[in-house]
């Protein structure tokens, strides 16, 4: 579903852009808003991301970070006129505006265009125009290919190329997950092509983790790691305790559950983190298992096939003992995947 002379029509007079992404965003999240942003001033537009939440660290090096608006309670009044002054919202990297927490009325209710990148399944039908694609690997591909079909794909600059790349490069494992196409790798060509690096990408996002995040994943793995083997799934739970006790900071937990799924044997894993004030899940999966169908079955989430997330209302044991009791359901297809 692709609203492309649409989206060409609304871009061709200046005018107000917000551009907005999901909570706690990801590499993908912040480098598809920045690298749309960098394009769409490039064009005479004037552009302010605003994100739900804060996130890592390790993203803060992408150009734009410097004037990307976190939002928080004390900065509601001005992210509310930034999102009443807006011609047009740029929602990036999610499929429901449930997504955006705090920002969902407001951009719900703005007079605003509304567009809606993603490559998410099922996209809410809140937009006016939606460029979106499931086969996607990432959202940043989707942006690439955006400003492609514009006629403007000389516009991207080194500062642009790596926030898409970093993009790129988180969503697909580094290259190593089922959607990754032989046009991802062609993206990526063409990125490195035009000046960007990969190791220093590489370095500022997988290899600048804390002490206290390397003592609290060692933790996790020595002490919170199960493994249940007749059912081919391994998970982790983290209470709010244990993330204070670590000082667990924005996107500290991110990555952990991979190390469940990477057990031999294990085709499916989960991590459940105590938020205070909701149970966060997230699962993966390979082969052909569905962990969007569980997770949107049993725990109000949703995803992708093989990475999806999920919520609860109820207590980190309550919750452990739901996901326990939901396997057998799905014995048979665990044990059958490869």
């Not at 099922?122 to 690439?144: K, N």
């Not at 006629?151 to 190593?176: N, P, Q, W």
């Amino acid at each position: 579903m692709q609203d492309l002379d649409a989206i060409r029509e609304l871009l061709l007079k200046p005018q107000t852009v917000l551009i907005t992404t999901h909570q706690n965003p990801d590499a993908d999240a912040l480098g598809s808003s920045l690298g749309l942003a960098g394009y769409l001033k490039k064009r005479g537009h004037r552009v302010t991301v605003v994100t739900p939440t804060d996130y890592p660290e390790n993203l803060t090096w992408m150009h734009g970070n410097e004037e990307v608006i976190a939002f928080e309670e004390k900065k509601r009044v001005e992210v509310s006129q930034l999102i009443e002054q807006a011609d047009s919202i740029f929602c990036l990297d999610f499929s429901a505006l449930n997504r955006i927490r705090q920002l969902e009325p407001m951009v719900r209710q703005s007079r605003a265009k509304k567009v809606l990148i993603d490559h998410h399944l099922e996209p809410e039908a809140f937009a006016d125009y939606v460029y979106w694609d499931s086969s996607a690997a990432a959202t940043a591909e989707l942006i690439f290919r955006l400003i492609d079909q514009l006629g403007d794909k000389h516009l991207i600059d080194v500062a642009m190329g790596e926030c898409l790349y970093a993009g790129l490069m988180t969503d697909t494992g580094s290259f190593r997950h089922a959607s990754t196409t032989g046009y991802v790798h062609r993206v990526a060509a063409e990125l490195l092509d035009i000046g960007v690096e990969v190791n220093p990408i590489h370095r500022r996002i997988y290899d600048n983790i804390s002490i206290e995040k390397l003592r609290f994943l060692g933790y996790i793995l020595a002490e919170k790691l199960v493994v249940v083997p007749e059912y081919r799934f391994a998970y982790i739970t983290i209470t709010e305790a244990e993330l204070k006790r670590f000082r667990s900071k924005a996107g500290d937990t991110e990555g952990m559950v991979n190390y469940a799924l990477s057990v031999e044997g294990v085709v499916m894993a989960a991590i459940l983190i105590d938020r205070g004030d909701e149970i966060k899940l997230s699962f993966r999966s390979v082969g052909e298992f569905s962990v969007r169908d569980l997770a949107s079955r049993h725990f109000s989430g949703g995803g992708h096939r093989n990475a999806a997330g999920g919520r609860t209302a109820l207590s980190l044991r309550d919750t452990e003992e739901q996901l326990l009791n939901v396997l057998p359901l799905y014995h048979e297809q665990l044990l059958e995947t490869v």
